[in-house]
């Protein structure tokens, strides 16, 4: 829409939000504008800015080609091809880098770089990938908040829970935290009694897949363990990882999702 939101004030009776260009006045205000939230950045003054966890990732998205989903682990770093259907499939090269903000002319030449010498279909993949499809991002998360609820506004998504991509979580969290939303607005009395249960069901999960994924990043980025790991998955038997990859045997994916009312029928 092009709107920038820049206020937002609020009182027992309504919570009212300016932007450039109006403003508007609403029983409750979802503060969904990610990871550098202005909602957040408003209403808790006292919450830390996101942490760079000390890892940079080339992404990129590239078509014409035909290739099963996968992840390479190296030392120091890992690249992953995921495909997106059609022809396209996306990669990202993800590795360690003490400083955040460290930027190259070409970006995609240093990500070729970087693979010299990696497995087929590697680096024909980053060749195949036009220059303006390739983009370098640097990884951050969010320490955990103390509640995702102030009076009439509540925080979704990356603005209440950014965490790494190392779980492929973000998005999927995000999901999550609006079908709770909706169920609890629908389901309970009053605006408080829903917005303390959206706080009480997802703080506790969005901030343990938040430690979770900063871990697993740590831990796949670590060239000390990168040893470790490769030998572990030779010996580990092919049934083990499958328990893990079963949504029964996984607590991220074992997630029930909350009944909803039916959406009214208009016209
Ligand atoms: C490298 C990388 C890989 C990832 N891979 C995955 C993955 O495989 N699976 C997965 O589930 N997740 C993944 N994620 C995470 C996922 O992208 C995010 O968790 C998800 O986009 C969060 O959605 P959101 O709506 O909360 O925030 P965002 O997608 O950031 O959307 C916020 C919106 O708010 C708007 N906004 C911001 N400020 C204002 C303002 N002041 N006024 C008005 N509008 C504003 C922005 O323009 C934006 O449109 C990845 C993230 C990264 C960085």
Known sequence: TGAQVTGVRQDERAVTVTWNGGQATADLVIGADGIHSTVRRLLWPDAPSPRYLGRTAWLGVTSAVDLPGSITMGP???????????????????????????????EKAE??????????????????????AVIHVDICDLDPLPTYVRGRVALLGDAAHAMSPDRGQGAGQSIEDAVVLAAALAGEPGLDEALRRYDAERRPRTQATVRGARADGRRSTSPALHKAMTTMIRLVPGPVWRKGLNPDGNATWRWRAPSLPAPPVHG
């Open 111 to 132: 990500a070729a770089h970087r693979v010299r010498g990696w497995h087929d279909p590697i680096p024909a993949l980053i060749a195949a990938t036009p220059q303006e």
């Open 76 to 106: 120091g770093a890992y690249f992953l091809i995921h495909p997106l259907g059609g022809d396209r499939a996306y990669w990202a090269y993800v590795t360690t880098s003490p400083q955040p903000a460290v930027r190259y002319d070409d």
